[in-house]
Every structure is written in C-alpha cells, then in structure tokens.
C-alpha cells in the first residue's frame, strides 16, 4: 500500500496570508490526525476527522481548521498566518476502529516572513 | 492520558541491543503502551504497542512490567539508521480517538 502523503512539501507565506494544506491517507484508513511540531513546543496534536467528522481536538485556536472528504482525504487550514505558525506540519492515518497505531506522512513545512 | 518519563538521551554501540526504558506509574488499565521514533525531520514512525503482555514484531520487542508501572522498548541488533528520538506513549484504545500526547522523548544515539 502506498504511505500516507502530503502536499505541497514546502511552503512559504507571509503574515496575514492563509494556507491550505492536504493530506491523503492510506488507503482504507479512515482516520486522520494532523500535529503541528515546532522546536519550542515539540510535537502537539491538532485534531482529528474519522469518517468526515471532527472527532478529537486540540488546544488550538479557531485559525486552525481543517475538514475531511468522504474518501478520507483531509485538508488542514491556518487563517491570519502569524510568525508563531512557522513549523512542520504533520499528518497521521489509522483505521480508527483498532489499535494498530498511526501512519504518519512526511509532513510539510511552513515558513511564514 | 497517563504521564510518562523516559531519559533525556541514550548512546548504544552498533550491533548491540538498544534497551530504552519508559516510567507510566499512573497507567490505568485501559491504557495501552505504544513507542513511536522519528528520525530527524521525518514524520514519527509506529514502532509497536502493548496492553499487559510482552510484543514482539519485526522492529522491536516490547517488555511491560507486572504491575505495568514501567515498561522497556529493545531494539535487538541497534544499527546507525536506528540513530532517533523515541517516544513512549500511554493512551487508551484508538477506537475512542487517535489523540497521541507526545513528550519530551530520548534521543538514541547509535555508535558505529
């Protein structure tokens, strides 16, 4: 099976600005989590669509959303981009109905001047 | 999710076992115990998980204490691609949610 993937790899934005960032999990998998890992605050969990609901989420604020298609495609947004928002931003999938542990993509990295 | 404490770095010898350990004395008994590296800017990779019995998969063995206060990851034959920050993760079932909480982690070094 093709591994979980994410695009684009690489981004650069600049405050104010907003993005989108997609990730398509594996196949059959209908669960995705996505986490934002910086140096400062190491990796944190953002939230989590299963079966295109929303059903775990994070300490983050409403800048950050994301939604998930019905074949299990997720995107994540960041609105008002601010400094603080510069990290590697992960995607994770998992069946969601057992205990196999998640997948994660490579991630894409956000840099915002 | 139960706390855990791992030690802040590990140094291992290539070719011998690497055994990285994890304290959880606050586990509860639907918790389970799942390790997870990530190799520096990559995405974390599952390495295995475990209830109350020792796991065994072709990454790694699993050992968890009796009273499942403690538990310890056991790279076999470490190798310098072994070289990660692995993380120790107590949660309950997935089907509840795939929230990780990820901490501080241990960095182990593999010495060629």
């Known amino acids: 099976k093709a591994g979980v993937t994410q695009t684009p790899r690489y981004l650069i934005k600049t405050r104010g600005q907003q993005v989108t960032l997609s990730c398509s999990p594996i196949s059959g998998h209908r669960s995705v989590s996505w986490y934002q890992q910086t140096p400062g605050q190491g990796l944190q969990f953002l939230f989590e669509?299963?079966?295109?609901?929303?059903?775990n989420k994070g300490n983050f604020p409403g800048r950050f959303s994301g939604r998930q298609f019905s074949n299990s495609r997720s995107e994540m947004n960041v609105s008002t981009l601010e400094l603080g928002d510069s990290a590697l931003y992960l995607c994770a999938s998992s069946p969601g109905t057992s205990d196999v542990g998640q997948f994660f993509g490579p991630g894409t990295r956000l840099t915002v001047l | 999710d139960a706390k855990t404490t791992q030690p802040t770095s590990m140094d291992c010898a290539e070719g011998r076992a690497a055994n990285l350990p994890c304290n959880h004395s606050?586990?509860?008994?639907?918790?389970?115990v799942y390790w997870y590296r990530q190799i520096h800017s990559q995405g974390p990779q599952y390495i295995i998980h475990g209830l109350k019995n020792n796991e065994t998969n072709e990454m790694a063995s699993l050992i968890i204490t009796e009273d499942r206060k403690s538990s310890t990851l056991i790279l076999p034959h470490a190798t310098l691609r072994d070289t990660a920050v692995y993380y120790c993760?107590?949660?309950?079932?997935?089907?509840?949610?795939?929230?990780?909480?990820f901490g501080e982690g241990t960095q182990l070094t593999v010495n060629p």
């Open positions: 606050t586990i509860s008994g639907n918790e389970y």
């Open positions: 669509y299963f079966s295109e609901t929303q059903r």
């Open positions: 993760i107590v949660r309950i079932r997935e089907t509840s949610g795939s929230r990780l909480t």
